[in-house]
């Protein structure tokens, strides 16, 4: 079993991870020669499958395995992983790959890379009063000079500190760094039974509004849900629940956020967003019985709705670091499934999608 | 006449600040050492595995120092204080870089210490703020003579010397939950590693399998030895410390771009860290741990309190003064070691705690408004109140069906 990648698009790579880890904090990494799955199911709370090409964030990509498309299944810890990242950015060359230490398997990632200021490092004691090094610098090469022939210059000569050249031509090295990941590798059989969640044809697919200004708005509404159940005393039952805010979206481009509770009932709606248009060759109905074709009819009164968990929500909506652009696809009173599309900085035509099922509540 | 006096600056008071902040982070309490050239704080932390000492050049330092002593403290004048009310006299009424121009800035402060017969046994401080206002605290303080570490410099054979900012820059690349660093060489490839690791050993049982997950991330750092100035160690030598005393170390380092400088012997022996800025000296003894602890991390089955590596205590010295009153006497005899002491004595092993990685500041948003901040700030893509457990509502969740059967 082998595994050896170098790594690219590191700040996708990185963001990924983290919207990944705000929900659970293992994931499984399935792998194989086309494909990079990662799959996050927490107890509670959404699910997420995302699966990537692995040319979005490998390159010069190795794997071997003896299943079938050199398959091969990790559990990993996704803080231990993006911490190791955050070491990866900014540098200068990065590779990941399956080891072993003592024993233990690891993801070993070895991390070429540099201090950041290190070219203007001033080697003197409380040096760094001074101006940037490039004025130093100069003054540092020229200052020989001054020292033989009396200069008109002398006098400056003594504001610059002189630096012997040895010391100003030590230059910053290049560090490496492994950062060891633990894993474990899961037998075949034993995420084999691991599906992906089917549900039916949705009633609304409509593109969310600006992924930030959707959290603020939700954590908004999630906190003020929190402050009234602290402070009605009446409701010392209901406190230790988490608050659930309603979500509605119509074929007409219009998306609400809505909160009810005792005290309060607030409603944010967004409007003239995109419905997008449906591929007729990748449904299994007709277009004209797909379900939204029947809510599209019904026009713009004709809301899909579920209902889901504020913090919850909010950790979904964590994803939004990825500038993706998002398609909600409501099932309504039933389910609501998030495609959030990895944007692509190079011309590759590979689609990446992460998709999340969010956990929602009856009534 | 007071036994001292002496004024510091504003930018006098921010690096006073930070020393003070610095040592509360190994110990509670700071003892305070006053001659005629030179202030000294020193510090030892409770496991003893840990000291501190920052002096401060009477006439670079200071904008105003007078050590007047009298007929009980000639030479010198020690006490020791409670580092926390300390703080909070020099600590800035605002916080971050708005201080600077802010107008509760301290501008300076005067500080009296006096103490003798028929009188009061105070440090006063005065503080004066940009916007005006004055303001007079008055500690209390024990007489107690300071506890120094001993470090023998010719023992110390090995050691190495790096920019500060770029050691600061390498902790950077280490993760939480880590408590050991491990300094070693390697000859042939002409680099200094710097390893972290964790002796914690996982609960084993029926999650064995969920507990290697747990474990913190392991990181090493490969330094090519031409970035070092003056680099002397014995080859493939393993000195480990505590990476929380490196992290308040290095953290503190920051006050200056200079160099910070090493020397250690041999494991379970001490290490010195030194550094500089303007007027101040900051040294550090920090008690490595013993060879045989760190060898059983390579063992397959490390013992269940391993955990807990051993690091014998600093071997101290005291000065005694031939006019120390009689408290003084009774702090010394309480001291923990004989001022007299010239030989090691066989290291006692206390168990050398290692508190827990502070967890990272909880996410939250920036402001309550509505309004959208910046894109960039990437804590606004935490989720609200993280970390709290979601409870189970009342409400019935809807499942996902991982089947393949259709579901209309």
């Not at chain 1, 390159?59 to 070491?87: F, M």
């Not at chain 2, 120092?65 to 600590?91: D, H, I, M, T």
């Not at chain 2, 003798?116 to 440090?123: D, I, N, T, V, W």
């Not at chain 2, 702090?331 to 030989?343: E, F, I, N, V, W």
């Amino acid at each position: 079993m082998r595994f050896r990648t170098d790594l690219k698009n590191i700040r996708t790579f990185s963001k990924l991870t983290a919207a990944l880890n705000s929900l659970e904090r293992i994931a499984w990494l399935r792998l194989d020669d086309d494909t990079v799955r990662f799959t996050v199911i927490p107890d509670t709370g959404s699910q997420v499958w995302a699966s990537l090409s692995a040319e979005l964030i490998f390159d010069n990509y190795h794997l071997q395995s003896a299943e079938a498309n050199n398959t091969i299944n990790l559990e990993l810890p996704l803080g231990p992983l993006q911490r190791a990242l955050k070491s990866a950015s900014g540098s200068n060359q990065a590779n990941l790959r399956l080891t072993k230490r003592d024993g233990v398997p690891m993801l070993s990632m070895t991390i070429h890379t540099m201090t950041k200021d290190g070219a203007q490092d001033t080697r003197s004691g409380g040096g760094g009063q001074f101006g940037g090094g490039g004025g130093r610098g100069h003054a540092r090469v020229s200052g020989h000079g001054y020292d033989e022939d009396l200069d008109p210059f002398d006098d400056a000569a003594e504001l610059f500190p002189q630096e012997s050249l040895e010391l100003t031509m030590k230059r910053e090295r290049e560090k490496v760094i492994t950062q060891d990941i633990p894993v474990r590798v899961l037998h075949p059989d034993s995420v084999e039974l691991i599906m992906q969640p089917k549900v039916r044809e949705p009633d609304v697919y409509i593109q969310l509004p600006p992924l930030l200004q959707l959290k603020a708005i939700s954590d908004r509404f999630t906190k003020l849900a929190l402050t009234t159940a602290t402070t009605g005393g009446t409701r010392a039952a209901g406190a230790s629940q988490n608050p659930k805010l309603e979500l509605s979206a119509n074929m007409h481009g219009s998306l609400r956020l809505r909160l009810v509770t005792e005290t309060l009932d607030i409603t944010s709606v967004w409007d003239k967003l995109e419905n997008p248009e449906l591929d007729p060759a990748q449904l299994i109905v007709p277009m004209n019985e797909h379900p939204s074709t029947i809510f599209k009819d019904a026009g713009a009164n004709k809301w899909a709705t579920v209902r889901v968990d504020g913090k919850d929500w909010s950790r979904v909506l964590s994803v939004g670091r990825l500038e993706g652009r998002v398609i909600a696809c409501f099932t309504d009173e039933h389910a609501l499934i998030l495609y959030v599309y990895v944007p692509h900085f190079d011309d590759s035509s590979s689609e990446d999608v992460v998709t999340y099922y969010v956990t929602s509540y009856s009534t | 006449m007071a036994i001292l006096n002496f004024t510091l600056s504003e930018e006098g008071v921010a690096v006073f600040h930070d020393s003070l902040s610095c040592m509360f982070k190994f110990s509670d309490d700071v003892c305070l050492e006053a001659r005629k050239d030179k202030l000294t704080l020193t510090t030892l932390n409770s496991s003893k595995s840990a000291y501190i000492c920052f002096s401060f050049s009477a006439p670079r330092f200071f904008s105003r120092y007078q050590f007047e002593g009298n007929a009980q403290y000639r030479e010198r004048f020690f006490c020791q204080l409670y580092n926390k009310s300390l703080l909070s006299v020099f600590r800035t009424r605002q916080g971050g870089d708005q201080a600077r121009d802010g107008s509760a800035t301290i501008e300076r402060c005067d500080v009296t210490i006096d103490d003798g017969p028929g009188k009061k046994s105070r440090l006063v401080a005065k503080i004066a703020c940009r916007n005006g206002i004055t303001a007079s605290h008055s500690l209390s303080f024990e007489i107690k003579a300071p506890t120094h570490a001993k470090f023998d410099k010719t023992e110390a054979q090995n050691r190495w010397t790096i920019s500060s900012r770029t050691l600061r820059q390498l902790m950077d690349h280490f993760g939480p939950g880590i408590e050991l660093l491990d300094i070693n060489t390697d000859d042939e490839t002409r680099v200094v590693n710097f390893t972290c690791f964790t002796e914690k050993v996982q609960k084993r049982g029926a999650n064995a399998n969920e507990a290697v997950l747990k474990k913190p991330l392991h990181t090493n750092i490969a330094v090519e030895m031409d970035e070092f100035d003056d680099v002397q160690v014995e080859d493939k030598l393993h000195i480990i410390i505590s990476v929380k005393d490196f992290r308040a170390i290095l953290q503190h380092a920051q006050i200056t771009s200079g160099e910070l400088a090493t020397w250690y012997s041999n494991p379970a022996r001490p290490m010195k860290l030194s550094y500089g800025g303007d007027g101040i000296l900051c040294e550090f003894v920090l008690m490595t741990v013993g060879e045989k602890d760190a060898m059983s991390q390579k063992h397959k089955n490390p013992r269940p309190n391993a955990a807990k590596a051993a690091r014998p205590e600093l071997d101290s010295v005291s000065h005694r003064d031939s006019s120390v009153t009689n408290e003084t006497r009774q702090a010394q005899a309480s001291a923990p070691k004989p001022p007299q002491q010239k030989t090691p004595i066989r290291p006692r092993q206390p168990q050398f705690e290692i508190r827990p990685q502070p967890m990272p500041p909880p996410a939250s948003m920036r402001s309550d408004s509505l309004f959208v901040g910046q894109a960039d700030d990437d804590q606004l893509w935490e989720p609200v109140n993280p970390g709290e457990d979601e409870d189970e509502g009342d409400n019935a969740r809807l499942e996902w069906r991982a089947t393949d059967e259709p579901v209309m």
